[in-house]
């Protein structure tokens, strides 16, 4: 049995099983990557595109290989230098791509709902892999896997979300995937960074963060997106960094085993210190390593092949 949807555009539709089947099947593939030879036939005669609107080294190069891993043919879109810079529609060019034979779409996009817009006028699966400050499912996926593969089990742990709550589809994502399995989530940022009615969504909200680390089992650093934002939202940097930067000192304040988790990529000092974003708390390449896995897990159940 496969998930219900033709397409993964949140984490916020999907039961705690439909999350736990990619999780099983994503760890299905985790050995493909150790191989000496890194490719199954799964999805052999598919085509994927991926058609990326924002920069993004990690998670496009890692939808790339995911389906390379799987056998699929894949062609890497640039808005850039296609009909898009003449004035053609995202519907338009995603269905004259899926004339093409699109299998699957992946798309990261700057506008809230951009993925879901497309679902609905291509008959290919749609992937979100990022839309505006909405959601970032496949980053929540591989951040529980990563848990997962150190803690064992979600239900209990404490995980706390430091950063742009506000902005940060990774955030929103989390949150959602992490209350569904029975995660107790703490959030802390500046108040200009937490959102109205977040607690509507079962978090506990912090404003210092000392406090919002106590006794914690996870911490998920956001990224500070100051090529979006600018520095509305909080004084200056370096206050930034003395009221919220994740140090040596305050990770003392965390369970003895604590796991360290970033999104990528590091604004050093800034959210992390360089000793806590190197040690072995950390976990930051393993979240990149197993973000493979999970992207595999995912377009293999959407392509219908079903559970692995």
């Known amino acids: 049995m496969g998930i219900k949807s033709k397409d993964l555009l949140g984490l916020s539709a999907l039961t705690p099983d439909d999350i736990r089947l990619i999780l099983r099947t994503s760890e299905s593939f985790k050995e493909v990557s150790g191989r000496e030879i890194k490719k199954v036939p799964a999805l052999r005669g598919k085509t994927v595109v991926n058609l990326f609107f924002e920069p993004s080294t990690r998670t496009r190069t890692s939808f790339e290989l995911a389906a390379k891993r799987l056998s699929a043919d894949v062609i890497n879109f640039s808005p850039?230098?296609?009909?898009?810079?003449k004035g053609e529609t995202l519907l338009d060019t995603a269905r004259n791509i899926e004339s093409m034979q699109a299998d699957i779409i992946v798309l990261r996009h700057s506008s809230p709902g951009a993925a879901e817009t497309l679902a609905k006028g291509v008959r290919s699966s749609v992937i979100n892999a990022g839309d505006g400050w909405h959601e970032h499912p496949t980053q929540a996926l591989l951040d529980l896997f990563t848990i997962l593969e150190r803690k064992k089990e979600i239900q209990g742990l404490t995980v706390t979300i430091v950063g742009d709550i506000a902005h940060s589809r990774v955030a929103r994502s989390n949150i959602y995937a992490l209350t569904k399995l029975g995660a107790h989530v703490r959030?802390?940022?500046?108040?200009?960074?937490?959102?109205?009615?977040?607690?509507?969504?079962?978090?506990?909200?912090?404003?210092?963060?000392?406090?919002?680390?106590?006794?914690?089992?996870?911490i998920i650093m956001l990224r500070l997106q100051l090529e979006r934002l600018g520095r509305a939202f909080?004084?200056?940097?370096?206050?930034?960094?003395r009221l919220y930067c994740l140090n040596r000192t305050r990770?003392?304040?965390?369970?003895?085993?604590?796991?360290?988790?970033?999104?990528?990529p590091l604004n050093r000092g800034v959210e992390i210190t360089p000793d806590v974003a190197d040690s072995p708390a950390a976990v930051i390449l393993d979240q990149v390593s197993n973000g493979v896995a999970?992207?595999?897990?995912?377009?293999?159940l959407l392509s219908g092949s079903g559970a692995a």
């Open 80 to 85: 850039s230098t296609s009909s898009i810079v």
């Open 187 to 218: 959030v802390v940022a500046p108040p200009t960074m937490i959102p109205l009615h977040i607690h509507s969504l079962g978090v506990t909200v912090y404003s210092n963060l000392d406090d919002a680390l106590e006794g914690v089992d996870v």
């Open 234 to 241: 909080f004084p200056s940097i370096r206050e930034y960094a």
């Open 251 to 264: 990770l003392s304040r965390a369970k003895a085993d604590v796991m360290v988790m970033h999104p990528g």
């Open 294 to 300: 999970v992207r595999m897990g995912i377009m293999y």
